[in-house]
């Protein structure tokens, strides 16, 4: 395309009319003069900074390193502020949020002359929620990833986020450190802007969007502060002016390949289980159909080559200089899908080709990976009909095969207050189940998934248990926990049914997760399990109660799932 008048901010500028007129009168009150805008790409920035998400405390600045680029390329920047989702602080969850987020970012890319959209975001939700609502919006769209910070540090130690912090907490929970240990540690484990450095779910779901081809190559683990993210915005602001003119919308990027690509890409980081509910629904948004199996079925095939804590040595600023994800995929193409579109413009196999690893430890060889299969398996049964996950590369190999009695939570403040009751009687054999925890009983699916090892167990050196629940887990979580239970208890799955004292296996290598009661028990306490009250009786919690779906569905809206097209605004 090269004709300004088919652009689409043509429609609101362009033409001899009342509404066009009025259109360039308020660019005028804005500043703007008619030949800094008529005629060129406009570029929405959609920008998830805020004061209170230190994930993206830099991105204001990065948005002006995008503009530059835009400027450079001969379009037009406009930046939106969108709603910031801290993974930090959001109560209950940010994943309450992350369908809002997705509506906000679709309906600001549709009803305002843009043209293309860069999507500023990195801390775990805002990634899918803006990589959701560009896609049902179908503009041309590139993301840029906030980044990993920098490495921590304490006493010597170099720390993970997250990881560090859970670690740390239960040590002193085990009287091995003391307060002023843990006053070092909150110094020491978050020293700089961006999102956690770990293979949690952020770089988890920035490295899926640079595999689906939605970032420039490598974007995904550049450290938030190295001059080369400053590079890596401006040159991002550049290649959204050129997807316009070349007409390479967010549609021709996002087929089957490139989600088959993108669970390729998960497995074998040993990536976070939230990348199945999130890539479930972002496929959703590009009408295909992604199930758990899609992330289990070829999971014995991917070796996991990424060795980033929790499941390995590393941070995200070691991969980065190892290669960053290119390197990792360029030992995977005969995995791939290597013809297929990105949005730099170039085939995912012409970017490979330049890929190098220069750190053999960091990025395994394929004939000396960190595991022989990716860390993520699906599990089914009687307790789980529409599956489970487990990240059984970050447990305890000795739990991944294991019968235990049932203690049961009914929800996180139940498990709160008695998880140190003595008469509960938990030991090692014990399965820890929490209930009410998933989409609808959460509310929002919070990441209550890393249940507490009592305070006795943990004195006594144990630091793993099997744990179950319909919560999720950070992906900066470790340890034996069965996550995204479905359907949920709130609405009658069989995790309702559990009682203490039940027994329940586990078995990864399986891919089994049961509940070793009859059928005529269950149905019984089926028929007298009661539903309990909705959390929300109007707004925003009323709207998503109504209308989430299941783990195992992305836990997207229905009406933003579903199939149809909406029309395109008449600006006149």
Known sequence: MTDPERLRSHRWFGGDELRSFSHRTRARQLGYRPEEHLGKPVIAILNTWSDINPCHMHLRERAEQVKRGVWQAGGFPLEFPVATLSETYQKPTPMLYRNLLAMEAEEILRSYPVDGAVLMGGCDKTTPALLMGAASAGLPAIFV???PMLRGHWRGETLGSGTDLWRYWDERRAGLIGDAELGELERGLARSPGHCMTMGTASTMTSAAEALGLTLPGAASIPAVDSAHHRMAAASGARAVGMVWEELSITKVLDR????????????????????????AMAGRSGIDLTPADFDAPDRGVPVLANIRPGGAWLMEDFYYAGGLPGLLSRLT???????????????????????????????????????????????????????VIKHLAADPALLTHTGPAVVFDDYRDLRRRINDP??????????????????????????????????????GVRDLVR????????????????????????????ALVRDGDLITLDVPGRVLRLEVGDAELADRRARWTAPPPHYERGYGALYSEHITQADQGCDFDFLARAGADPEPDPR
């Open 257 to 280: 390949r490139a989600y088959a690509d993108a669970i390729t890409t998960v497995l074998a980081l040993g990536g976070s289980t939230n990348a199945l509910i999130h890539l479930i």
């Open 423 to 460: 008469s509960l009687g938990i030991t090692e054999d014990s399965v820890l189940v929490l209930r009410g925890s998933g989409p609808l009983g959460g509310p929002g699916m919070p990441e209550y998934g890393m249940l507490p090892i009592p305070d006795h167990l943990l004195a006594r």
């Open 334 to 388: 005969d995995l791939l899908h290597l013809d297929r579109v990105t949005v730099s413009g170039r085939t995912l196999g012409e970017t490979l080709a330049e890929a190098r690893v220069h750190d053999d430890d960091v990025i395994r060889p394929r004939d000396h990976p960190l595991a022989a299969e990716g860390g993520i398996a699906v599990l089914r049964g009687n307790l789980a009909p529409s599956g489970a």
């Open 145 to 147: 990833p906030a980044g």
């Open 468 to 495: 179950i629940s319909d919560a999720r887990m950070s992906g900066t979580s470790y340890g034996a926990c069965v996550l995204h239970v479905a359907p949920e208890s709130h609405v009658g799955g069989p995790l």
